[in-house]
């Protein structure tokens, strides 16, 4: 029964529920927001209460504002980019953090640039998900490998980590909303990759060993004129 639903109705279905419940939500938090100023300028309340509550509902605002992607109905900006520049511009965003947990980046790079037509933002946060679930997944220092290569008609990016690796039966599930095994995680980043990557006409592959490590394949295609 659940199967015979695509998964691009499923999360048609979900960016509608998600619409009404940020919608919910931010209401409600917009007024509450305002009170909370009206307080922090009485000093008979408790500023570090205070300031506990702000942050609180900065994470439900960060939250809603994840959900909205799905909400908002998709208009895609296509655009000619490369596959190159977009995963530069996602190193930029998280070489302190790899810094940090002393993980070194392995590249292994198409010399010709691969030029795809994308939404690069969405691109971006493909590639910026990936890199981050990578680098989660490991809790000691090692290597990421990113391979960027011409494979035929499509532009792959690929990222393999040394990290935790994921149960064989966790792996038909993914990209499914809110699964997560992380206490900070919210289980929506790998849903919004399936759906950035399927409005590409592209496709995602997944080779996990627990203990060892995972590899995450993006398959793009190629720009029209550089098609064989
Ligand atoms: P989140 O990162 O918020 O948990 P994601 O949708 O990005 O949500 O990932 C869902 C789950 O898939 C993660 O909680 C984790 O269990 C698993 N996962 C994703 N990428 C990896 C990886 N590279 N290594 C190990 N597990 C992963
Ligand atoms: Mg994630």
Do not use: W
């Amino acid at each position: 029964q659940e199967d015979s639903m695509l998964q691009s109705d499923k999360l048609s279905i979900l960016g509608q529920l998600a619409a009404g419940i940020v919608h919910e939500i931010r209401n409600p938090l917009t007024s509450l927001k305002g009170f909370i100023q009206l307080m922090k300028s009485d000093k008979t309340y408790n500023s570090e209460y205070l300031r506990i509550i702000e942050t609180e509902m900065e994470q439900i605002d960060a939250i809603t504002k994840e959900l909205m992607i799905f909400a908002k109905p998709s208009d895609p900006k296509f655009q000619s980019c490369t596959l190159q520049s977009i995963f530069h511009s996602c190193m930029r965003l998280l070489e302190g953090q790899f810094f940090q947990k002393r993980i070194k980046i392995v590249t292994d790079m198409e010399d010709e640039l691969i030029r795809i037509v994308c939404d690069e933002q969405r691109l971006r946060q493909v590639f910026l998900n990936l890199m981050k679930n990578a680098l989660e997944a490991m809790d000691h220092p090692g290597k990421i490998s990113i391979t960027i290569k011409r494979k035929n008609n499509e532009g792959m990016f690929a990222i393999t980590d040394e990290g935790s690796g994921i149960p064989k039966e966790m792996i038909g599930k993914l990209g499914q909303p809110f699964l997560t095994t992380k206490r900070n995680g919210n289980g929506l980043g790998l849903m919004m990759c399936y759906k950035i990557v399927e409005e590409h006409n592209g496709r995602i592959e997944v080779e996990s060993k627990e203990g060892k490590g995972t590899t995450f394949r993006v398959f793009l295609p190629l720009k029209k004129v550089d098609m064989k």
